[in-house]
């Protein structure tokens, strides 16, 4: 065997070598790194800041919940006198 083709065979197959790549299918390859991948974080952390957002919006209408509830309890049953403050109406309570 020649020199150059001898050198051109040991520079090939250290190419394979040092690329882990002996020209194997890639699509069972792929399939085998997305299990050890583990979860998309992508998506995990998507979900997480849409949690987050769904949690805010329970709270505001908690909150706006609440103070109608307050304001309803000071007026039911009560009228707005010319003095404008609220009095209470007979039979209303």
Do not use: H, Q, W, Y
Not at 4 to 21: E, K, R, V
Request: with cysteine; proline share 1%; aromatic share 4%.
């Amino acid at each position: 065997m020649k020199k150059n083709t001898l050198s051109a065979i040991l520079m090939t197959l250290f190419l394979f070598i040092s690329c882990n790549n002996s020209g194997g299918d890639s699509v069972s390859t792929n399939s085998v790194d997305e299990s050890v991948k583990g979860p998309n974080l992508i998506e995990v952390s998507k979900k997480i800041t849409d949690s987050g957002a769904f949690v805010l919006a329970v709270k505001e209408v908690e909150t706006l919940i609440s103070s109608i509830d307050e304001i309803a309890n000071k007026a039911i049953g009560k009228k707005i006198d010319n003095n404008n403050s609220l009095i209470n109406e007979a039979d209303r309570n």
